[in-house]
């Protein structure tokens, strides 16, 4: 064999070594991710296969499923009491999007200085999201307490009587009165989301702002907020598909009512699903909100998509 045969015979085995190199590499790729990926089927396709299935039966959780087509999802679509969850939600969301992200961010802004004190009031700031949400229902349930609670005996003491109330027990104001709460709790965590993204913004961009002689609200206006919109979009996706899966604290605190006025979609699951036994038209409720928290995030990441993010 000659010369030029040996180093196509080299190159050709050389070849082989690097594609069998490349397979093993991309299967390795793979079974990283399987984990993840059995876990997310188990999880996550899994429930939710099986209640689409049972969504499209009559079952108490006990007897045989029976079969009833789509009649789930004509009763969902005529229920006065299911539809009026949903506007109940998109109010829920729309005020925790002001006291928790929009106050949130203002904290951000006025705490993000090292001066002294300032890190102890981030961190009083933050302390709420350390207590669970059921004991922040149970304890806020107290403070809106119509006899004993703590805003109407301060109102009392203030000589404003007139103005206690039953908050939780009156319509008009039980859905404020949890949106409070929420805030309260939730407020301090999109804070810290915000101080982290003001931590990466160059000083010199400020100190450039200053020399063009911009103050100190026009800095916020052409400086901080443009520079924080990508974290802005992922505060606001969280705070909406955190609404839609809220349950705990209005199960605390008002449980849908009163006459339900606080009713959203996964306590009106729950009450259909556990309370009333009827576990198919539960499901068929779960799928339905399934589809439309997946349809809102998505238009929503569409709407705030742009081809060029900024780089600082």
Not at 45 to 52: I, Q
Not at 118 to 124: D, I, N, T, V
Not at 301 to 312: I, N
Request: one cysteine or more.
């Amino acid at each position: 064999m000659d010369s030029s045969s040996r180093a196509a015979t080299h190159r050709g085995r050389g070849g082989i070594t690097r594609s069998r190199a490349a397979r093993l590499e991309e299967l390795q790729k793979y079974l990283f991710i399987l984990p993840a990926l059995a876990l997310f089927a188990t999880f996550v396709l899994l429930p939710l296969g099986s209640a689409l299935y049972f969504s499209f039966t009559t079952w108490d959780g006990l007897r045989t499923p029976e079969w009833v087509g789509t009649r789930n999802y004509a009763r969902a679509f005529a229920d006065t009491i299911h539809v009026r969850s949903y506007v109940n939600v998109g109010v829920y969301i729309l005020g925790t999007l002001v006291v928790e992200v929009a106050f949130g961010l203002l904290m951000a802004v006025l705490l993000a200085s090292d001066r002294l004190g300032f890190a102890f009031m981030r961190g009083l700031f933050f302390s709420p999201m350390v207590l669970s949400m059921v004991a922040a229902g149970i304890l806020w349930k107290y403070v809106y307490d119509y006899r004993t609670g703590l805003l109407n005996e301060a109102l009392r003491a203030g000589g404003l009587g007139d103005f206690a109330h039953p908050w939780l027990s009156d319509p008009g104001t039980a859905m404020a009165g949890v949106i409070v709460v929420s805030g309260w709790k939730y407020a301090g965590f999109f804070m810290i989301i915000f101080l982290a993204a003001l931590r990466r913004i160059p000083t010199s961009l400020y100190e450039a702002a200053m020399l063009d002689g911009a103050t100190a609200l026009q800095r916020l206006w052409h400086v901080t907020l443009p520079l924080l919109r990508e974290t802005t979009i992922i505060a606001v996706l969280l705070c909406v598909t955190g609404g839609f899966a809220a349950f705990d604290l209005f199960f605390t605190m008002t449980n849908g009512g009163p006459f339900n006025a606080t009713e959203i979609p996964t306590t009106w699951i729950v009450k259909q699903a556990f309370d009333r036994h009827n576990m198919g038209y539960g499901a068929a409720l779960t799928v339905i909100m399934t589809v439309v928290v997946g349809v809102v995030s998505l238009a929503y990441l569409l709407a705030t998509r742009r081809r060029h993010a900024v780089e600082y």
